[in-house]
């Protein structure tokens, strides 16, 4: 079963439109059925497959909770191949993330890395926005290309939240 | 996973005490529990982390100046390489580098820029991501970081090269004066 599916989702036409406040509703609902603790020590069997299906339910929440993670997942679906390892050679692109990086660890004060913070999360609504008619049209490398741009931003907005230390990627 | 979950206790922990005591002076991320604690990279990869060679910036509009921006989608890594080539003799005279990524990529782009200071354009071009994975003994998932090293490489030489290609204006009064 796909993740839009565990929540009652139409993948068609466009599985990137998830409303957030139904998908968190019935995730609480779906969870507190299934929630290991309200099974624990009843039936083994049953336990264990709560168990699983309370993980499912929580990975689903959290993919579809989030843009670039939404969009990561229904990339993979549809079979476009994942942004593998492959190094990018998209220069604009880069050059604006260098710039933002270096402007945050260069920042003086934490007005400096609000206002970067402030004009990187206004880009990635817009692109968020982006990505959606992208999906509804799906012009899948089309919207590869935006979810690498997303994934990038959500780097700099880490980088702006991690302030004043560094920022760790992994 | 657990690594960042560390890192992110670590960070704010120490969060507060910076902006508190010293608001203007950044503190040095090395003192990253998760080194300490568990030893999730090799100790050459921590050398060169903690105390990266050659960082910084050259001026990328000068002709002797090539500069190589890569980056590594899967992860949000951005890394970029510049050398400044003798004309003379085609020697990598300086080299300067700033990436922004996980520990694996800043120690494979720092150790590569000690790598090529002094060797020819040739030589540099040569150097394989195994020989900077086998350096700082990365794992398998971490291979990905050498890469783009070399690839960093390979595109600031590419950017030095294009620079030489002398376009002559073939139409124009520029053609007539030259």
Same mark, same amino acid.
């Given at each position: 079963?796909?993740y839009h599916?565990m929540f009652g989702f139409?993948?068609?036409?466009?599985?990137?439109d998830i409303d957030t406040v139904t998908l968190r509703h019935r995730f609480r609902k779906a969870i507190t059925v299934a929630h290991?603790?309200?099974?624990?020590?009843?039936?083994?069997?049953?336990?264990?497959?709560?168990? *699983?299906?309370s *993980?499912?339910l929580n990975n689903a929440n959290r993919t579809l909770a989030d843009p670039?993670q939404r969009?990561?997942?229904?990339?993979?679906?549809?079979?476009?191949?994942?942004?593998?390892?492959?190094?990018?050679?998209?220069?604009?692109?880069?050059?604006?993330?260098?710039?933002?990086?270096?402007?945050?660890?260069?920042?003086?004060?934490?007005?400096?890395?609000?206002?970067?913070?402030?004009?990187?999360?206004?880009?990635?609504?817009?692109?968020?926005?982006?990505?959606?008619?992208?999906?509804?049209?799906?012009?899948?490398?089309?919207?590869?290309?935006? *979810? *690498?741009?997303?994934?990038?931003?959500?780097?700099?907005?880490?980088?702006?939240?991690?302030?004043?230390?560094?920022?760790?990627?992994? | 996973?657990?690594?960042?979950?560390?890192?992110?206790?670590?960070?704010?922990?120490?969060?507060?005490?910076?902006?508190?005591?010293?608001?203007?002076?950044?503190?040095?991320?090395?003192?990253?529990?998760?080194?300490?604690?568990?030893?999730?990279?090799?100790?050459?990869?921590?050398?060169?982390?903690?105390?990266?060679?050659?960082?910084?910036?050259?001026?990328?509009?000068?002709?002797?100046?090539?500069? +190589?921006?890569?980056?590594?989608?899967?992860?949000?890594?951005?890394?970029?390489?510049?050398?400044?080539?003798?004309?003379?003799? +085609?020697?990598?005279?300086?080299?300067?580098?700033?990436?922004?990524?996980?520990?694996?990529?800043?120690?494979?782009?720092?150790?590569?820029?000690?790598?090529?200071? +002094?060797?020819?354009?040739?030589?540099?071009?040569?150097?394989?991501?195994?020989?900077?994975?086998?350096?700082?003994?990365?794992?398998?998932?971490?291979?990905?970081?050498?890469?783009?090293?070399?690839?960093?490489?390979?595109?600031?030489?590419?950017?030095?090269?294009?620079?030489?290609?002398?376009?002559?204006?073939?139409? +124009?009064?520029?053609?007539?004066?030259?």
């Amino acid at each position: 079963m796909g993740y839009h599916e565990m929540f009652g989702f139409n993948y068609e036409p466009n599985p990137f439109d998830i409303d957030t406040v139904t998908l968190r509703h019935r995730f609480r609902k779906a969870i507190t059925v299934a929630h290991p603790d309200r099974w624990a020590g009843r039936d083994e069997g049953k336990e264990q497959l709560i168990q *699983t299906l309370s *993980t499912s339910l929580n990975n689903a929440n959290r993919t579809l909770a989030d843009p670039l993670q939404r969009a990561q997942y229904i990339l993979t679906r549809q079979g476009v191949p994942a942004q593998g390892e492959d190094t990018l050679e998209d220069p604009e692109l880069l050059m604006e993330v260098m710039e933002l990086r270096e402007e945050i660890e260069n920042a003086e004060s934490q007005e400096d890395v609000d206002r970067v913070k402030e004009e990187n999360s206004n880009k990635m609504e817009t692109l968020v926005q982006d990505i959606s008619g992208l999906v509804g049209a799906k012009d899948w490398p089309a919207v590869k290309i935006a *979810t *690498t741009r997303l994934k990038y931003l959500r780097g700099i907005e880490d980088a702006a939240k991690a302030w004043p230390n560094s920022h760790f990627d992994h | 996973m657990y690594a960042r979950q560390l890192l992110r206790a670590g960070a704010a922990l120490r969060a507060p005490l910076a902006r508190a005591s010293v608001p203007l002076v950044r503190t040095p991320a090395i003192t990253s529990p998760v080194f300490q604690t568990k030893r999730l990279y090799h100790e050459k990869v921590i050398d060169h982390y903690s105390n990266p060679r050659n960082v910084g910036s050259l001026d990328k509009a000068l002709q002797d100046v090539g500069t +190589g921006l890569v980056g590594a989608p899967a992860c949000g890594d951005v890394m970029r390489l510049q050398i400044q080539v003798d004309e003379e003799t +085609g020697v990598i005279k300086d080299v300067k580098f700033k990436t922004f990524g996980c520990g694996s990529a800043i120690a494979s782009s720092s150790y590569v820029t000690e790598l090529v200071k +002094g060797k020819t354009l040739e030589e540099a071009l040569a150097i394989k991501n195994t020989a900077i994975a086998k350096e700082l003994s990365l794992p398998p998932v971490k291979l990905h970081c050498s890469m783009l090293a070399e690839d960093a490489i390979k595109s600031a030489v590419k950017d030095y090269r294009s620079k030489r290609v002398v376009k002559k204006p073939t139409l +124009g009064p520029e053609a007539v004066a030259a």
